[in-house]
């Protein structure tokens, strides 16, 4: 009878735990779509509504002027965007790119493509040699965060050299870091900005602790400390 209860238990625990994760990929595949689809809408609007006017002022100009390269420029950079956004996309939903070590070397790889373009030095390093299984969606959220972390660098920092860092915490947890050696800000400043709001969104969302430190002509780094237990998104815990 008790060898009967336990396996009983252990059959309700292991069910419990596969309706838990089909409504993690349930929640997850909803958010990606939304977001995905929102990004998509903007993206393709703002190429529409550009590609409008150029027609409308075949010669290249606007009002006489030389405004038109300014929208050629536009049409561009949001193609672009939607370009990387539907790579990144595609990348997520793929639970292959669910561990550790693959998100440092996708964000990396951005930071390589992206700061050679102004020629800025950038250093990446891992101290986190094995194989770690991540959450379903964390990969999503950290790369949205460092990508971030390092447009706002390569745009605003004025910096010379840049850094990733992926290491172990005193804590039996992880951190992750993006340092530059820019002009820095206040952060009090640009608390209420929307991209600041994001970042610290993303990382409540995975249940990871965002610092973000800058001093002016001094630099700024970004922080995520984060523990992989079985604790899951929307608070569903194990």
């Known amino acids: 009878l008790i060898l ?4 009983q238990q252990r059959v309700k625990r292991i069910v419990m735990l596969e309706h838990i994760r089909q409504r993690e990929q349930e929640n997850l595949r909803k958010e990606i779509a939304r977001d995905f689809h929102d990004e998509m809408g903007n993206q393709l609007t703002r190429i529409i509504n550009y590609v409008s006017l150029l027609k409308l002022n075949g010669n290249g100009t606007v009002n006489g002027t030389s405004n038109g390269m300014d929208l050629y420029t536009k049409v561009e950079d949001s193609a672009k965007y939607l370009y990387t956004g539907t790579r990144d996309f595609i990348w997520a939903i793929d639970p292959v790119n669910d561990e550790l070590s693959k998100l440092f070397i996708h964000i990396r790889d951005f930071g390589e493509k992206l700061f050679e373009e102004k020629s800025i030095n ?6 986190v040699k094995d194989k770690i299984k991540l959450p379903y969606g964390f990969s999503r959220e950290a790369n949205l965060i460092f990508k971030e972390a390092m447009t706002n660098a390569f745009k605003s920092s004025q910096a010379k050299n840049v850094t990733l860092m992926l290491r172990r915490d005193e804590k039996s947890g992880f951190e992750m870091s993006f340092e530059d050696d820019g002009i820095g800000f206040n952060t009090a400043d640009i608390e209420k900005s929307n991209g600041l709001k994001n970042i ?3 990382a409540s969302r995975i249940n990871a602790v965002l610092r973000i430190r800058s001093v002016k002509n001094e630099g700024t780094k970004i922080v995520l400390s984060f523990t992989l237990t079985k604790t899951l998104k929307y608070g569903l815990t194990v």
């Open 4 to 7: 009967y209860i336990r396996v």
């Open 200 to 202: 610290y969104e993303r």
């Open 122 to 127: 950038f250093r990446a390093f891992n101290e």
